[in-house]
């Protein structure tokens, strides 16, 4: 056994927004000697390949948009050139590591301290990093965070899946390709799909059913999947895929063989395949079984509502429990458990409350939702004490544009009971990502239809209808 050469309050191994928010509470307002550990750039999955640079370019896309629809508003917008990758991804690079360099003057700032390299668990309560250069470091901990995230699943039963990439390897893409196949109905998918369609790739998506985001209400799974045929995306349903091959006569092409719901045997040139089929947990070489720790049958961390594993003094939260896999929701976890750990008596019971968490998926238009979908609404109430309420209409912005070019925005409130509570929002259209936030607050504060009703609308805007649902 190598001899302990640190010794700390609480180790945390991770150094995405979850694990770094959790040390920098312990450490900077409660004292605690805090050690985090992180192999790969700080920030984790949102700042890098996630949330942070998917935005960025997610903005790009939707100032193509704009600038193609600006002539309806009678402005003579003429592109001189393509849409520069390049030169983008350049600075949005560069932006992320900004973002990287804030993050461990964060560290700094609140006196915890980094080790770059790779953690590997001895038992509860003692780990060896192996550092950048080869030594090692074996930490001696009182409590033991795992906040290690995760990765993006590719798949292992179709020859020549690693010719493709993953979400991560998209922020990787030095050149724009000409033709892309995204495989997946998630979130994912769908961003990626969006944001590559707008920014002028032919883009082809395929899903195993006939509709994606399916863990979405179906208002918003029909609405989406209708607008990205009207947008001119290639929607592959009900399809499998059997073999990704290069194309010998082109360099850097590759032949997608696979099923759908037109053809038994097609076959697909891409100069770029993107698979967006899930995520796993980034446990490989973390050794949870030194520390007892329970996994599930997906190699998740199995964890309680106050973020404790089976063993004492070992917790687990964000990407590697797969319990909502957001960034905010890992961030408040983290910091929650910090209180309860750190923070005294007062907070002996603090603990992040998992219902009504709002999130947006960044399609084209935007998707905000909290709380039940319909169906599961009705699963859980009855049919008979669920009432909704929706509506679907024009939003003032497509006025100038001709019917084909329009848009769609569709809202939906689901309320249960005689008091008619909200237990369920789901929107979709322009602006429906800001909107969402505010509206999130009130049915977090258990609102009812009434209290939305009672709220003046601000005229002319897509949310004020919200306000006036009948």
């Not at 724009?176 to 109905?185: E, F, R």
């Not at 979130?187 to 998506?205: D, K, N, Q, R």
Request: hydrophobic share 40%; charged share 25%; glycine share 10%.
């Amino acid at each position: 056994m190598a001899p302990i050469s640190k010794e700390c309050d609480y180790l945390v191994i991770g150094g995405g927004s979850g694990g770094l928010a959790s040390a920098r509470r312990a450490s900077g307002l409660y004292g605690a000697k805090a050690i985090a550990v992180e192999s790969n750039r700080l920030g984790g999955t949102c700042v890098n390949v996630g949330c942070v640079p998917k935005k960025v370019t997610w903005n790009a896309a939707a100032i193509s948009e704009t600038l193609k629809e600006a002539k309806a508003y009678g402005f003579s917008v003429e592109e001189t050139a393509p849409f520069d990758w390049t030169t983008f991804k350049k600075k949005r690079d560069a932006y992320v590591r900004r973002l990287n360099g804030i993050y461990e003057k964060n560290l700094i700032n609140d006196k915890v301290e980094y080790l770059h390299g790779r953690a590997r668990l001895l038992n509860a309560h003692e780990a060896r990093v192996t550092l950048d250069s080869g030594a090692t470091e074996t930490i001696r901990a009182k409590k033991v965070l795992v906040a290690t995230g995760g990765h993006p699943t590719i798949p292992t039963d179709i020859p020549g899946a690693e010719l493709g990439i993953t979400s991560d390897g998209f922020f990787e893409l030095e050149r724009q390709p000409k033709k892309v196949a995204i495989v997946g109905a998630g979130y994912i998918a769908v961003e990626m799909a969006g944001m590559f369609h707008h920014l002028g790739t032919e883009t082809h998506l395929f899903i195993r059913h006939d509709k994606f985001l399916r863990t979405f209400d179906p208002m918003v799974q029909d609405a989406i999947v209708a607008e990205y045929e009207r947008q001119g995306m290639h929607i592959h349903k009900n399809s499998s895929q059997s073999k990704l091959e290069r194309d010998p006569s082109r360099p850097g092409w590759m032949k997608l063989h696979y099923q759908d719901a037109a053809t038994d045997a097609g076959v697909l040139d891409v100069d770029c395949l993107l698979w967006a089929i899930g995520r796993s947990p980034e446990v490989e070489d973390l050794d949870l079984p030194a520390a007892g720790v329970t996994q599930d049958g997906k190699g998740q961390v199995v964890v309680d509502d106050y973020q404790n594993t089976n063993v004492d003094g070992v917790y687990a939260l964000g990407d590697v429990c797969g319990r909502v896999e957001l960034t905010p929701v890992a961030i408040a976890a983290g910091r929650r458990l910090a209180d309860r750990l750190f923070g005294g008596p007062d907070h002996a019971h603090a603990r992040l409350d998992y219902t009504n968490i709002p999130s947006v998926v960044f399609a084209h238009p935007t998707v905000g939702s909290i709380g039940l979908t319909e169906p599961a609404a009705r699963e859980k109430y009855g049919d008979e004490k669920i009432k909704v309420y929706k509506t679907s209409f024009t939003a003032m912005y497509y006025a100038m544009m001709e019917a084909d070019e329009k848009g769609p925005t569709s809202y939906k409130l689901i309320c249960v009971g005689d008091e008619e509570k909200v237990v369920g929002l789901h929107i979709l259209g322009s602006g429906s990502d800001e909107i969402m936030q505010g509206f999130g607050v009130a049915v977090k504060m258990g609102a009812t239809k009434k209290d939305f009703d009672s709220c003046v609308s601000i005229h002319p805007t897509s949310a004020e209808e919200l306000v006036t649902l009948k």
